[in-house]
Nanobody, 127 residues
Framework: QVQLIESGGGLVQAGGSLSLSCAAS????????LGWFRQAPGNEREFVAV????????NYADSVKGRFTISRDNAKNTVYLQMTSLKPEDTAVYYC????????????????????WGQGTQVTVSS
């Protein structure tokens, strides 16, 4: 069983930066692929970024590529999402999630492939 707790959300002006963290409990954290998803009001939850258990593989949504960076520290049981050049359309509740199994695309882009979810953290980007 893995429990995920996000932190770092808040209000930022367009063009600014924000860093999210997701701390996990559980002895097998390093075996999970970890993803970030987001959901804006009235929208479906969408994929943002994912990282493999070793950190050697990452994938990003086209909308955030070049602006967001996902990383993980297995020694600290934490996954990060560094967000730069933020836009108002990045406003959403951001969720981290953990999944079991092989890292393969497009499987890891699919929210239904994740076994554990955090409670979410709000990110608001003002124009």
């Amino acid at each position: 069983q893995v429990q995920l707790i996000e932190s770092g959300g808040g209000l930022v002006q367009a063009g600014g930066s924000l860093s999210l963290s997701c701390a996990a409990s559980g002895p097998t954290f390093s075996t999970y692929f970890l993803g970030w998803f987001r959901q804006a009001p009235g929208n479906e939850r969408e994929f943002v970024a994912v990282i493999s258990w070793s950190g050697s593989d990452t994938n990003y949504a086209d909308s955030v590529k070049g602006r967001f960076t996902i990383s993980r520290d297995n020694a600290k049981n934490t996954v990060y999402l560094q967000m730069t050049s933020l836009k108002p359309e990045d406003t959403a509740v951001y969720y981290c999630a953990a999944g079991v199994g092989d890292y393969s695309v497009p499987v890891v882009l699919d929210s239904t492939q994740y076994n554990y979810w955090g409670q979410g953290t709000q990110v608001t980007v003002s124009s």
